[in-house]
């Protein structure tokens, strides 16, 4: 699917992802995958529905869902290159990757982030009403990611 506003477009065609910008920016640029090996973001989209944000040809934004397209959704690796943020991009896009179709009928999207609390909160996210309900194991540095 496409969905366009101005010269922006945003698809879920996994296709059309310039995976090699997806990955230099996961490695380098953010604060969540520093170092992450390529072979682990190419197999995270090859599994995940993934949204490319393009101004024209050219990749500009990512979104992924690790999703069963049924039941639960992760979201995940949202990034908006410099030079187009502030121009509610990642609104729209985040917006557009919770619209999409295959989500129908899924019953809770998790996500995680250190300070864009406020974006999220503009898309219906809150804080875990019930912490005690979740646990979960987090591995911050694996060998791999440090190579
Ligand atoms: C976060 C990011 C995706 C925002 O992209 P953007 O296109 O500039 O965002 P938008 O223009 O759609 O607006 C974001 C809205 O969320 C708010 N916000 C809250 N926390 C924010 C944060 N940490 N960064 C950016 N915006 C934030 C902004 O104030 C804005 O609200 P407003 O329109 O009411 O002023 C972008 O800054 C980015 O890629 N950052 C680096 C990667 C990252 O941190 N990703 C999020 C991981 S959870």
Redesign the pocket.
């Known amino acids: 699917m496409e969905w366009t506003a101005e010269h922006y477009l945003i698809s879920d065609d996994p296709h059309r992802l310039d995976r090699d910008l997806v990955h230099r920016?996961l490695r380098d640029?953010?604060?969540?995958s520093q170092g992450v090996p390529r072979d682990v973001v190419d197999k995270s989209i090859d599994h995940s529905l993934c949204f490319g944000l393009y101004d024209g040809a050219e990749q500009v934004?990512f979104a992924r869902l690790v999703t069963d397209r049924s039941t639960f959704a992760f979201l995940a690796?949202?990034?908006?290159?410099?030079s187009?943020?502030?121009?509610?991009?990642?609104?729209?896009?985040?917006s557009t990757v919770l619209a999409h179709p295959d989500l129908v009928g899924v019953r809770r999207i998790l996500?995680?982030?250190?300070?864009?609390?406020?974006?999220?909160?503009?898309l219906g996210f809150a804080p875990l009403a019930q912490t005690e309900r979740f646990m979960d194991i987090f591995r911050p540095a694996p060998e791999i990611y440090r190579r």
């Not at 690796?77 to 410099?82: A, G, H, K, Q, R």
Request: glycine content about 14%; some cysteine; charged content about 25%.
């Open positions: 920016f640029d953010s604060y969540w934004g690796d949202v990034f908006v290159l410099p187009h943020r502030g121009r509610g991009l990642a609104k729209w896009l985040c996500l995680g982030t250190d300070d864009a609390h406020g974006l999220y909160e503009q």
